[in-house]
């Protein structure tokens, strides 16, 4: 009887983070006609602080106790928000599919566990691996009809991809590095801390290399404030925690199930018709997970 709530929390961590994380391509698929990619993240990071500070004042939330500490929660920001979703929205506006662009985004397990090791000293289970695998192939089985890539040049698909690489590199790196060296914070006042620098140097790039017009419509709205509650407080918040409490190698896996969770939630918003193949390779990865996991 007392194992029950650990059990249920442990579950419904990570279930609920992998929704609310799916959601992202979705509300980027919204939000992005109407506004650019930098731009529209640096409004979002700019709400998600105005809405955090005044949370973490009147609640007397811890902060951190040295510059330090604060700094190192600062660099998982920059790498976490910043560089992962100025990577993935900036591809997805370049013409990057949504499918293949989480493909690539996709490959964070796998880079996880490579560096996991060499950075943390982590040991990967043989099963680990075996469940990486499986994970990285039922990836592949979703999105394998969604790579629509014929016919383009090698000059415009490195301009597509680059940035989804980036977002990789940047997310993976974050990860480890807040595992190493903050992995627990108080999450009200290290929201602030983590968004304001990507606030600064986001919108340092924006204003060199774009235009910062945005048409505010009801759709832009609607999904500028599920990226802000959702995603960035809501789903950030399940991340934290979870990095907090488990290996980077076990948090990572998670992301194989971003994809797979994806093509459902089109499929139920937008009628996507998901193949076959696509429902065996979510339970694929589904499979790769829960050995990734163990």
């Keep these: 009887m007392v194992q029950r709530p650990v059990l249920s929390l442990q579950l419904f961590l990570p279930v609920t983070f992998v929704v609310l994380w799916s959601t992202g391509f979705i509300g980027a698929k919204f939000g992005l006609p109407y506004v650019e990619p930098l731009t529209f993240n640096v409004v979002r990071f700019i709400l998600v602080v105005l809405l955090m500070t005044p949370i973490a004042l009147l609640t007397r939330a811890p902060w951190p106790a040295t510059p330090r500490a604060a700094m190192h929660i600062a660099v998982t920001g920059l790498l976490v928000h910043g560089g992962y979703l100025g990577g993935v929205f900036t591809a997805i506006d370049r013409g990057l599919p949504a499918g293949p662009t989480a493909l690539v985004v996709g490959l964070q397990p796998l880079l996880t566990a490579l560096l996991a090791g060499l950075l943390l000293g982590e040991q990967v289970t043989r099963r680990q691996w075996l469940g990486l695998g499986l ?3 039922g990836v592949l089985l979703v999105l394998g009809s969604k790579l629509e890539l014929d016919g383009v040049t090698l000059e415009v698909l490195l301009h597509w991809v680059w940035p ?27 929201s602030v801390i983590q968004f304001l620098p990507c606030v600064l140097v986001l919108g340092a790039v924006a204003l060199l290399t774009e235009t910062r017009e945005i048409q505010w419509n009801g759709e832009f709205i609607f999904a500028l404030l599920w990226l802000v509650l959702v995603l960035s407080i809501g789903a950030i918040t399940l991340l934290n925690k979870m990095i907090s409490q488990g290996s980077a190698v076990k948090v990572a896996s998670l992301f194989y199930l971003t994809p797979p969770t994806t093509a459902l939630i089109a499929w139920l918003l937008f009628g996507e ?11 694929l990865s589904a499979t790769g997970v829960w050995l990734a996991r163990r």
């Excluded at 590095?177 to 006042?189: E, G, M, T, V």
């Design 135 to 137: 994970g990285l192939g």
């Design 164 to 190: 989804a690489l980036f977002a990789l590199c940047s997310i993976t790196l974050g990860t480890l590095y807040q595992k190493r060296f903050c992995p627990a914070f108080d999450l009200r006042s290290g």
């Design 273 to 283: 018709v998901l193949a076959p193949l696509a429902i065996a390779g979510m339970l």
